[in-house]
């Protein structure tokens, strides 16, 4: 079958049988048990209870309660026949202080999680940091004190000598982005800081991390396992005047803040021009960026949305009835002449738009800038209005959806990527950060109430992906 259809509609597209695919999720967001078994605090068991943080002021308190019920979530894996499932470990489960003394339950409880996936013929992808510091480290500063970069790599040593080569897949960082500036820069997430100086900090301490992570990784596990980071990108389009100069910066505070270090061994020139007003990048000590470079084995890609720019004038500082300035900071320091300019949809619940050509777009050039460097995409998937109803959920959107992403990733690989899997986002309905459980991004429906587990049509129609190794027919 030709793959020309401009709606990336086309069915029975094949994926060999070496493609993994799966589902994700994390820790956080589907775990629950927040105070037990000698779990620690983490920043977001503190934003989440912070009023006005997150809608409803919904928690991750009992979630999805999968630490109580793991079992029959891997039976539920099972039943699905996912080739594999990306999960994150929580630090503050396994240091409740974020260093020093080792707590054994989260250890074992994770161990169980590994031998239980590969018992049901399950690749484990472990994720080690997603988004969850422990409370005592934001305490001294979190990621904008240069500490907590050496005490992850203490605790990726803990974790590569407690399970070893039993997980296909190690992942440092989970969109060091978001950490750094939605949770120091604009203070929409977790830890809820307003500061560009702070962002900037973190993404240094957040590549420095990475990198001595992937040192400890590969001394504790050996050669066995693969070694990975994720990654969010977006298409980027222009949307008007200075379009060019628009989407370079956001390019480069976006993607190539992380990508350069990461994967070039540099911090871009003109990043580190766009901010000389935020810093002068001192943090950056000598051998820093040899350490943060690392050989890794495949990079994950999270994509969901694409992104239309242009330049415009400062933005005006937005102010609540009473007249007093709302207190939002910057995702992109030193580029808030930036616009984004509105997308036409379709959306998702998230209000973001559908757009598989971003996908395509964004596989094909990464492969184009890292030619050597496999992908994985890591996270990909949709929110929208699901209900039970006579015990189905008919989630038409979400199967259309998926159709045109898988379509959209088959054809990154008929034009050269050397893409190794696709994880959908997210295997169960789940705490979503700010959004709380207001959004439904699962292919498993959860009762909130019950904790009732339904799959979705689309989470069948995955299956029958992975039964088939072909694109099924999708919804209109």
């Given at each position: 079958m030709t793959i020309q259809d401009p709606d990336f509609r086309e069915s029975g597209l094949e994926f060999g049988p070496d493609f993994l695919i799966g589902s994700a999720t994390a820790a956080y967001q589907v775990e629950g048990a927040a105070h037990e078994d000698g779990r620690g605090v983490s920043i977001w068991d503190t934003f989440s209870h912070t009023p006005g943080r997150t809608i409803n002021g919904d928690t991750g308190e009992i979630a999805d309660d999968h630490y109580h019920r793991l079992e029959a979530d891997l039976d539920l894996m099972a039943s699905m026949e996912l080739q594999a499932y990306r999960f994150s470990i929580s630090w503050p489960r396994i240091q409740p202080n974020g260093s020093g003394k080792v707590n054994a339950a989260g250890i074992d409880?994770?161990?169980?999680?590994?031998?239980?996936?590969?018992?049901?013929?399950?690749?484990?992808?472990?994720?080690?940091?997603?988004?969850?510091?422990?409370?005592?480290?934001?305490?001294?500063?979190?990621?904008?004190?240069?500490?907590?970069?050496?005490?992850?790599?203490?605790?990726?040593?803990?974790?590569?000598?407690?399970?070893?080569?039993?997980?296909?897949?190690?992942?440092?960082?989970?969109?060091?982005?978001?950490?750094?500036?939605?949770?120091?820069?604009?203070?929409?997430?977790a830890p809820g800081v307003t500061n560009p100086l702070a962002a900037l900090t973190s993404v240094h301490h957040l590549n420095l991390a990475h990198g001595l992570a992937i040192t400890e990784l590969r001394r504790a596990v050996g050669p066995k396992a693969k070694f990975s980071v994720t990654l969010n990108f977006s298409a980027l389009r222009g949307g008007g005047h200075g379009e060019e100069e628009a989407m370079r910066r956001i390019d480069a505070l976006s993607h190539r803040a992380f990508t350069g270090p990461m994967l070039l061994g540099a911090y871009p020139q003109d990043l580190l021009e766009d901010t000389a007003s935020v810093t002068d990048w001192a943090f950056v000590q000598p051998g820093d960026l040899d350490q943060i470079k690392q050989p890794i084995d495949v990079l994950g890609v999270n994509y969901y949305t694409t992104s239309t720019v242009r330049m415009g004038a400062a933005s005006a500082a937005k102010r609540n009835e009473d007249g007093t300035e709302v207190v939002i900071g910057s995702r992109y320091p030193g580029s808030t002449r930036v616009e984004f300019v509105t997308e036409s949809g379709p959306f998702t619940d998230m209000g973001w738009n559908i757009s598989p050509d971003g996908l395509e777009e964004v596989l094909v050039s990464l492969h184009q800038q890292f030619p050597d460097i496999p992908l994985m995409i890591t996270e990909n998937g949709a929110a929208f209005a699901d209900v039970v109803v006579d015990g189905r959920v008919r989630d038409g959107k979400r199967v259309d959806y998926l159709h045109s992403h898988f379509v959209a990733a088959h054809r990154a690989m008929q034009r050269g990527v050397d893409l190794r899997g696709y994880l959908v986002w997210s295997l169960m309905d789940n705490f979503e950060g700010a959004f709380g459980y207001s959004k439904r991004c699962g292919i498993v429906h959860v009762d909130y109430l019950s904790l009732e587990r339904t799959i979705k049509d689309s989470g069948h129609w995955l299956t029958e992906l992975i039964r088939t190794r072909r694109i099924p027919g999708g919804v209109r």
């Open positions: 409880f994770y161990s169980r999680l590994v031998d239980g996936l590969l018992a049901r013929g399950i690749a484990p992808i472990a994720t080690l940091y997603h988004w969850d510091l422990p409370q005592a480290l934001q305490d001294k500063g979190g990621w904008t004190n240069r500490d907590t970069a050496y005490r992850f790599a203490e605790y990726a040593s803990i974790m590569g000598d407690a399970l070893g080569d039993r997980v296909h897949t190690w992942t440092t960082l989970n969109e060091p982005w978001c950490t750094a500036f939605l949770g120091y820069g604009s203070g929409e997430h």
